[in-house]
């Protein structure tokens, strides 16, 4: 057998906590819910990239959902219920290249 040479994307790749439209209905009508409240209630854990709403389910409360990713079906359905989608703001990520000014060019 050969090992597997090359270039692989695992290291890089995105990985997102998912969470499903029926797993929102215990929070209360008109809350807001993001990822430090869902960790609160056991819904996310571990260390990913973010959270990510998928439409598995149907959400019957009025909510204000804020997560980094939400696929299509699950953002009609929240907003069929009445609730909101904020896209959460996008966490800093320090670059390990050098960064070179440039006077250091001179």
Do not use: M, W
């Not at 890089?12 to 990822?35: H, K, M, P, Q």
């Not at 009445?82 to 290249?97: D, L, Q």
């Amino acid at each position: 057998r050969i090992p597997k040479r090359g270039f692989n994307n695992i290291r890089f790749a995105t990985i997102y906590s998912v969470v499903n439209l029926s797993d929102l209905n215990r929070f209360d009508e008109g809350a807001r819910v993001d990822e430090t409240a869902l960790r609160a209630c056991g819904l996310v854990r571990g260390h990913n990239d973010g959270v990510k709403i998928l439409a598995t389910g149907d959400l019957t409360k009025k909510l204000t959902i804020v997560a980094d990713k939400f696929s299509a079906a699950a953002k009609q359905k929240i907003e069929a219920a009445g609730g909101v989608c904020e896209v959460a703001p996008a966490a800093r990520k320090e670059s390990k290249a050098k960064v070179c000014s440039s006077s250091e060019n001179k």
